[in-house]
């Protein structure tokens, strides 16, 4: 039997096969998958901003893009994970609401999406599938011995990447 283990906003939680990583909500959070298929192992942090700098009260490490992922792979690593085998998945980064002003500071779904990918990139950690964008909330389960990430979302097919 497995566990489910959930993850809130701005938290992020490793765990081995047969337990799943599930966080629901992601409006323009993206909730970001790190994993090492071989080794059985994932973490899941839900990301609600793009940059820690920007932010006086950044403490929380996992509510932002270049802070909570260096801190995800330090757990998988800690855990067990190979370095040089991570890959990742993500979901979210909608725009939910619509705005009279183009400024991107108001894009915060397409910012953190594009700063996730980044700090991705910086370690070298490629991106196999994601679903981001639109203008909806997703909710979604990463089933670890599987390496599948089930997206729902209300009004839409579920969809498994």
Same mark, same amino acid.
């Given at each position: ?8 906003? =701005? !938290?992020?939680?490793?765990? %081995?096969?047969?337990?799943? /990583?599930?966080?629901? &909500?992601? $409006?323009s959070c993206v ?33 932002? =893009? !270049?802070?909570?992922?260096? %801190?995800?792979?330090?757990? /998988?690593?800690?855990? &067990?994970? $190979? ?53 909806? $909330? ?24």
């Amino acid at each position: 039997m497995c566990d489910i283990f959930r993850v809130g906003m =701005a !938290d992020a939680k490793v765990c %081995k096969a047969p337990d799943k /990583l599930t966080t629901l &909500g992601l $409006g323009s959070c993206v909730g970001v998958v790190v994993y090492d298929e071989e080794r059985s192992i994932a973490g899941l942090a839900h990301i609600m901003l793009p940059d820690s700098n920007s932010i006086r009260q950044n403490s929380n490490k996992y509510k932002f =893009a !270049d802070t909570g992922i260096e %801190k995800l792979v330090e757990m /998988l690593i800690y855990k &067990g994970a $190979g370095r040089n085998n991570l890959k990742a998945k993500l979901a979210g980064g909608a725009q939910m609401f619509k705005f009279m002003s183009d400024s991107d500071s108001m894009k915060i779904g397409e910012r953190n999406v594009l700063a996730v990918q980044e700090k991705l990139a910086s370690l070298s950690i490629p991106v196999i599938s994601s679903d981001t964008g639109g203008n909806y $909330g997703r909710s979604i389960e990463f089933d670890i011995a599987t390496s599948e990430l089930t997206i729902k979302a209300i009004g839409h097919e579920i969809r498994v990447i």
